[in-house]
């Protein structure tokens, strides 16, 4: 009667079965750290007479938020990661040249199925996508992680995102989790785990799946899930060295509640300001001049994702009103977007291409909105002054909506050009 | 243990960016974090707040990132304890790991304004508003009762290694 994340967390506790609500202590599989939150963890750790991580080959740090540093006080937050990397002989470092960290992280074989990770970055939920229980926790949780090798966590309980049915042409697993979002608020899943069932995320590509648990957090999830299949076997294939178990849900397990998305009939989705669950059908804010568009982040970074906007935006022009940045979620992606042509395509069209890194996303990188200014966003927040002024205004989109807006200038269904 | 202040009212859904915007991630020293506490939604609140002030929420209150910046820039700038209608899940735990307690009752944005007088009894579960109206918060969940009473995590762990 078990879903994916009380098996998880049942076997990572020396437990035959977990009920919500428990709290257990469960043993950690891998840790990871962005630069912004990792000195903090280490200051936790070393507060709690701990010197040294548990395991250097299972705890990492990445600097990704900003990269490559932009002034001195984050360039001495990346010099004391670099220090800490050293000291405490880590394994795996990755440093600016290396890419959106929850994008790094399966690229390097660190994510398998069954596994339970985390992360010092609400969006670790995006990891799921392999079928582990992997989520996001402070800078002092963290510290206990790193340090002890078990952190303690409440059983969630399972919220159940069936989706069944056929994406349209240019309508993504982006759409998918905006209408869900949409259905159950940001605070529908407050606590619990998500899991992804149905055709249309059998059909879905890995990187399609990464995409929707990485947007977990949103509806106040714990984690999002996907059962692992012959997509994510393929996907770890070379990339992970050692074997691992799949945890699938039995077919009697509790879920607390259930919600269906009719991917037949699914229209593009965009989140309005100021929130993520501010959900409408594009057909509903079509026409809105935008300034800003933005292609890249954990949730929209990857090659498929730059493959809709290059078909879109090829052989034409950006809007004159209207600048673009496109940024990689890593090298692998950026260097086989451009074996395809697609970065050529996309500067042709007048985008400017970032270098792999978290960049608009969080605002606190590049392409700061002024005020009064309007951006939409492949990311996953919109919240008020998230990507630069507090005036300024953010609406998220899947990449087909934003190349497609990036054209007119306003907010365009993709469909349409 | 009791907690007096002043009370600052921001009603539903004030995220992690709002308590502390992300151009200031790159700090470290708690004290800079506190400078800028609130500030993307009052830029007042940092200058004005007083040692012992209770901060008010509706529902998800801490939605969005895992940055601890924020429960720690509330701490820092002299916050007692933040009561709300909910929490999102990343910022509770954040909280009472810092030894600030969060902390959930149904109906306190309606209950409260901005400078009421708030006095918190941790362990009898009770807040008093303007000494007169007494409203029960949830009961905190025992483990993280402990962690609070430590002083949080940190300090938990080094009194408790051996059973962790």
């Not at chain 1, 440093?95 to 690229?107: F, L, M, R, T, Y």
């Amino acid at each position: 009667m078990s879903t994916v994340a009380q098996k998880i967390l049942a076997s990572h506790s020396g437990r035959d079965t977990v009920n919500p609500g428990e709290i257990v202590k469960a043993d950690i599989d891998f840790a990871f750290m962005p630069a912004l939150t990792a000195a903090l963890a280490f200051h936790a750790m070393y507060d709690m007479d701990i010197k040294k991580v548990f395991d250097p080959e299972k705890v990492t740090i990445l600097l990704d938020h900003i990269a490559p540093a932009t002034n001195i006080q984050n360039a001495t937050l990346h010099k004391e990661c670099r220090e800490i990397a050293k000291a405490q002989n880590f394994k795996h470092f990755y440093d600016i040249n290396s890419g959106v960290c929850h994008q790094i992280i399966p690229e390097n074989g660190h994510v398998y199925p069954g596994m339970l990770m985390v992360g010092a970055d609400s969006h670790t939920c995006t990891h799921g996508a392999f079928g582990a229980f992997s989520t996001g926790i402070g800078s002092t949780d963290m510290g206990a992680a790193i340090g002890t090798g078990k952190l303690w966590f409440k059983v969630p309980e399972t919220v159940k995102i069936q989706a069944d049915g056929s994406l349209g042409d240019r309508v993504m697993s982006k759409d998918v989790i905006l209408n869900a979002a949409k259905q159950l608020g940001a605070d529908g899943a407050t606590y619990a785990a998500l899991e992804f069932h149905g055709s249309t995320v059998k059909e879905m590509s890995i990187g399609a799946r990464m995409t929707m648990c990485n947007m977990a957090i949103e509806l106040g999830g714990k984690t999002g899930i996907c059962e692992p299949d012959y997509k994510t076997f393929k996907f770890l294939e070379g990339r992970v060295k050692h074997d691992y178990t799949p945890v699938y849900s039995d077919p009697d397990a509790k879920y607390w509640k259930s919600i269906n998305v009719d991917s037949d009939n699914l229209a593009p989705q965009v989140a309005c300001p100021h929130a993520v669950d501010n959900v409408k059908d594009v057909g509903e804010v079509t026409g809105k001049a935008i300034n800003q568009v933005f292609i890249g982040s954990c949730t929209n970074g990857r090659l498929e994702d730059l493959r809709v906007a290059a078909e879109i935006l090829k052989g034409k022009k950006i809007c004159s009103d209207v600048r673009v940045i496109a940024t990689p979620a890593s090298p692998e992606v950026y260097k086989a977007a451009n074996t395809e042509g697609l970065i050529t395509t996309l500067m042709d069209a007048g985008a400017v291409l970032c270098n792999p890194s978290c960049s608009v996303c969080f605002g606190g990188n590049h392409g700061i909105l002024a005020p009064g200014e309007v951006s939409l966003a492949t990311s996953n927040r919109n919240f008020r002054g998230r990507q630069g002024s507090t005036e300024a205004f953010v609406y998220l989109a899947s990449p087909a909506t934003a190349a497609a807006s990036a054209l007119t200038g306003v907010i365009t269904d993709p469909r349409e050009v | 243990m009791s907690i007096k202040g002043k009370a600052w009212n921001y009603g539903d859904d004030v995220n992690t960016d709002f308590i502390l915007p992300g151009i200031y991630l790159e700090l470290t020293d708690p004290k800079d974090m506190a400078k800028h506490a609130m500030e993307g939604l009052d830029k007042e609140f940092a200058k004005k707040v007083q040692l012992g002030d209770v901060v008010i929420g509706g529902r998800n209150f801490g939605l969005g990132s895992s940055r601890e910046h924020a429960p720690i820039a509330l701490k820092y700038s002299g916050v007692g304890a933040v009561i709300a209608e909910g929490f999102a899940r990343i910022f509770y735990r954040n909280a009472a790991n810092l030894g600030l307690p969060a902390l959930e009752c149904p109906g306190i944005s309606k209950e409260v304004k901005t400078g009421d007088d708030i006095e918190i009894e941790l362990s009898a579960g009770k807040i008093i508003v303007n000494g007169s109206k007494e409203l029960s918060f949830t009961p905190v969940p025992e483990f993280m009762m402990e962690i609070l009473s430590a002083g949080g995590l940190r300090e938990y762990i080094k009194e408790n290694r051996a059973k962790w």
